[in-house]
Every structure is written in structure tokens, then in C-alpha cells.
């Protein structure tokens, strides 16, 4: 469906098509026209899907034809859990909103606090937060909620994840009762339909790219690489040219950070984006990654769902993720608004029950590949398993030499004794 079939505002129109924007995703195709109606909207729906768009547009919108800016009041609220996210989602209504007299802000912790104070007091029809810092401003008195008409929460499953829900919680308890709500989370564990029950008015649900098919337009592949060869692997891999930027996926901050000190030192240019590095440092990162500055990324689970960048082409995990559900997470920063995309992962000596966790969530093998100069050798075991193997050799090889000495002895004291003449 195209966008000028969803009754949207030639305002919205004109700036969807300088953006590029012509055709509605499946989520957006869904959500817009009951979002329009003011209907409350429960949406389960991976990252990539179109979903910002999907209530940025009603919104924009809603608050049109309510004839209310400009007068102060905070009008709309999407609170979102990292500050990679909020400032994507802010970037999102700003292209969006292009020929709108709206004023739109985004505010996040990890910064100071004094900028964005000043800002709200000129005013703000729309406000894109991060829970903790939200909630300090509201107790400070910077912001008053009771006038919020529209409520979004996004990514509500990363919330539950970093301990958030209950800075959320103290928050919605500021906003009125009658107002339009959207609940978006990737997938739905007890906890999270529980709070969507508490925020939602008999909602419309909608259900787009279900885990096993999200992949569908990614071309995935593994590699069997001994731990201690990630490293060259990856370097091997990123000297492909054709390939211009890379987003490499690392389990721990400290992970990130060596194998960025190993492509540094490989010749590329490379900078790692996670928790520990301030919040200057990671939009900088992120933008030098956008701009092309950088030809790698590395990033932590953390700052995954947070990174949007436009024609991404190669995702890789050099750990697999614990979690099933999160390679999807990873992998969907490629193979965004229809373009293909492809995904590597590594798979060492300690993965192999990793491996097997997510091809059982997605219902199908990923493709090994094998022609690569460090291809791990068929049967070889982690240090561990390898440990546990001697062990156990060891304790069969003493069982069985201890039955032997027994039966032996068994034996001899069974043979009859030889007497010996006296010469």
C-alpha cells in the first residue's frame, strides 16, 4: 500500500516522499489507520519493521487536527530505552514533521541536564525520553505530563531487560487517564502483557514479522573459528572491499574494546559504542559510522536496538548471543526497507549450544561455511569439555585397572597352591 492511500496530510506526504518514502510497511499498513481513529494499539513487532513511522505519522497528525501547539503543553510522550534509540525516534519526527510548526525534543541522561531544561521551558509539543531522566526532571518540576493526549512505549521487552519498569511505572502515574495509548515490544514475556494491560484501552493488536520469518530477507551464514582465531577471521573478513561499513556485535564492553584495539592496529578505522563510553563519545561514534568516517562498529546487546543506520549491508557477530531472541535483534540492523543484507556469525569451540538455540528459535540451519583459512577442526572441544573428557578418561582408566588388580586378586587367591619337592 502507498502512503497517499492512508489519508495522511499532504504535509506528511510531501515530506515522506522527499525522504523517500513512498510505500507503507506491513506494521504501517496495519497500525496507521486505527492509530488515526484514536484507537489504543498493542504492536509486537521486531526492529526494522517500519514501526516508528508506524505511530510517528498518526501522531503528527492527531496533534494537527486538534489545533493545539504551539501553546506550551506537552502534547505527545514516546519514552524509548537507550539514548541511541530516543535520538533516532527524534530524528525520525523530525523528517517526518519537516513542514509541521511543531517543536520536538529529545532528552536522555548521561549529559548535562541544564540544555534540555532550557529547551522545555520555551516549550515542547513532543517529547522523546529515556525513563530515568524523565522521571529526574518530573521531580524537579521541569515537566508536567498532564496534559499528554498521546502515549507511546517502545521496545517495552529492553525495558524489562535493563530494570526500567519501574521508573515507568512512577511515570505513567502522571498521565491523564484519557489519552490515546501504543505499547510496541519484540516479544512478549508474562511481566510485559501484565504492564500493557495496565497502560492499554481495549486495544487493537497488531502482529508483524514473527521471529522465524524476520530473517527471511538476510543472507546468513556461520563460521567455525577456534576462539582464539576470531580475531584474524574478522580481519580477514573485512578486508572484502566490496563491503563498505560493518557492524560487528561483541558480548561484553570489554570484548568490544580489544577487538577495536585489534582493527586499529590491523590499519582500519574502527570505534566501539557501549555502556561505558560516555554519551558524547557514542553519538560521535555512531556518526562517524553513518558519515562513513569509520568502516567498523563494534557494539554490545545494549546499543543494538538503538543503531539505525540507512543502507547497512554486513552485520557480524563475533560472539553469539546467549539469548536467541537477541541475534534477531542484531541482524535486523541489516536487510531494512526491503534491501538485502547479510549476516555472519562466529561460532567457536564454546558456541556450539548457542548455535543450536537459535536455528530452534528460527526453524531453520544457518549455512556453514567452510572455505576460510581458520576453520575449526571437526570434533575439537572447548578447554572445559576437553578437561571434563580427561577426567572422566582418567576415572574409567583407574576403574577399570582397580577391578583388574581385583579380579587378579580374586584369582590368585583361587589358584591351588604348587608344593615344591625337597631335593
Known amino acids: 500500500m ?23 510497511t506491513p506494521i504501517q499498513e496495519d497500525a496507521i489507520p486505527h492509530l488515526l481513529n484514536n484507537k489504543d494499539l498493542l504492536g509486537c513487532a521486531q526492529t526494522g519493521t517500519g514501526k516508528t513511522a508506524a505511530f510517528a505519522l498518526p501522531i503528527l497528525q492527531n496533534i494537527m487536527e486538534e489545533k493545539t501547539v504551539g501553546k506550551g503543553a506537552i502534547k505527545a510522550l514516546i519514552l524509548a530505552p537507550t539514548r541511541e534509540l530516543a535520538i533516532q525516534i527524534g530524528e525520525s519526527f523530525q523528517t517526518y514533521a519537516k513542514y509541521l510548526p511543531l517543536n ?43 496534559q499528554v493526549e498521546f502515549f507511546v512505549l517502545d521496545e517495552a521487552d529492553m ?101 577495536v584495539k585489534k582493527l586499529l592496529q590491523a590499519g582500519f578505522t574502527a ?30 546487546d545494549i546499543a543494538a536496538r538503538g543503531i539505525d543506520v540507512p543502507e547497512l549491508s554486513q552485520v557480524i557477530q563475533f560472539d553469539l548471543p546467549e539469548v536467541p531472541e537477541t541475534y ?31 536455528e530452534k528459535l528460527s526453524k531453520r540451519k544457518v549455512p556453514v561455511i567452510k572455505d576460510h583459512p581458520y576453520l575449526l577442526k571437526e570434533g575439537t572441544q572447548a578447554p572445559a569439555q576437553q578437561a571434563r573428557k580427561a577426567v572422566a578418561t ?9 577391578k583388574q588388580v581385583r579380579r587378579g586378586g580374586q584369582k590368585a587367591a583361587q589358584r591351588p597352591r604348587v608344593q615344591t619337592k625337597n631335593a
Do not use: W
Request: proline letters at 3%; charged letters at 25%; a positive charge.
Open 104 to 146: 520536538i525534543q529529545v532528552i536522555f541522561g548521561g549529559v548535562s541536564q541544564n540544555p534540555q531544561t532550557a529547551t522545555l521551558k520555551r516549550g515542547t509539543d513532543i517529547l522523546i525520553a529515556t525513563p530515568g531522566r524523565l522521571l529526574d526532571l518530573i521531580r524537579q518540576g521541569f515537566v508536567k505530563l498532564n
Open 159 to 259: 525495558m524489562l531487560d535493563m530494570g526500567m519498569l519501574r521508573d515507568v511505572r512512577h511515570i505513567i502515574r502522571e498521565l491523564p487517564k484519557k489519552r490515546q495509548s501504543m505499547f510496541f515490544s519484540a516479544t512478549m514475556p508474562t511481566e510485559i502483557e501484565k504492564l500493557a494491560g495496565t497502560i492499554l484501552s481495549n486495544p487493537v493488536k497488531v502482529v508483524v514479522n514473527p521471529v522465524s520469518s524476520t530473517v527471511e530477507v538476510i543472507l546468513q551464514s556461520v563460521y567455525r573459528v577456534a576462539k582464539t582465531d576470531k580475531t584474524n577471521l574478522l580481519i580477514h573478513l573485512l578486508k572484502n572491499k566490496q563491503v563498505e561499513r560493518s557492524l560487528v556485535f561483541s558480548r561484553t564492553k570489554h570484548g568490544a574494546n580489544k577487538i
Open 271 to 300: 570505534e566501539a559504542i557501549h555502556g561505558n563510553k560516555s554519551q558524547n563519545a557514542r553519538q560521535q561514534a555512531l556518526e562517524n559510522f553513518k558519515t562513513m568516517k569509520t568502516s567498523v562498529l563494534v557494539a554490545t
Open 2 to 24: 502507498l502512503f497517499n492511500e492512508l489519508e495522511l496530510n499532504q504535509h506528511l506526504l510531501h515530506a515522506l516522499k522527499e525522504a523517500g518514502y513512498t510505500k507503507a
Open 394 to 402: 582418567r576415572n574409567s582408566g583407574t576403574r577399570a585397572k582397580s
Open 328 to 358: 534477531v535483534h542484531r541482524i535486523g540492523r541489516t536487510g531494512r526497507a526491503g534491501l538485502s543484507g547479510k549476516a555472519i556469525s562466529f561460532c567457536d569451540e564454546t558456541e556450539s549450544d548457542l548455535l543450536r538455540d537459535i
